[in-house]
């Protein structure tokens, strides 16, 4: 089993910035990578940005790209999910998630194999 513990959501105003952090621990040898998904009240979760922990590759939603970026320190078990201006539509609980296949990631998650507890964003507008 992999337990994965998220850290740093949190109310800011429109135009500002988060940084969330996901750590993970147990049996990290059987995932490849870990990413965020969010889900905001009467909507469908939504793969944000995903990595590849062993190249660094990503992936991101078009709705973030050029203002998140992710990014992981292996030697933590950790990744990063850094959020810049930020908007009222980007408020929602964010999920992390680790998986052995990528595939699971970028999708809708209903085959990803390990969750965090998520954590809530909220910005104002």
């Known amino acids: 089993q992999v337990q994965l513990a998220e850290s740093g959501g949190g109310l800011v105003q429109s135009g500002g910035s988060l940084r969330l952090s996901c750590a993970a621990s147990?049996?990290?040898?059987?995932?490849?990578?870990m990413g965020w998904f969010r889900q905001a009240p009467g909507k469908e979760r939504e793969s944000v940005a995903v990595?590849?922990?062993?190249?660094?590759?990503?992936y991101y939603a078009d709705s973030v790209k050029g203002r998140f970026t992710i990014s992981r320190d292996n030697a933590k078990n950790t990744v990063y999910l850094q959020m810049n201006t930020l908007n009222p539509e980007d408020t929602a609980v964010y999920y992390c998630?680790?998986?052995?296949?990528?595939?699971?990631?970028?999708?809708?998650?209903?085959?990803?194999?390990?969750w965090g507890q998520g954590t809530q964003v909220t910005v104002s507008s």
């Open positions: 998630a680790a998986d052995r296949t990528w595939a699971h990631l970028i999708a809708t998650g209903n085959e990803v194999d390990y």
């Open positions: 990595i590849r922990l062993s190249s660094g590759s990503t």
């Open positions: 147990g049996r990290t040898y059987s995932i490849a990578s």
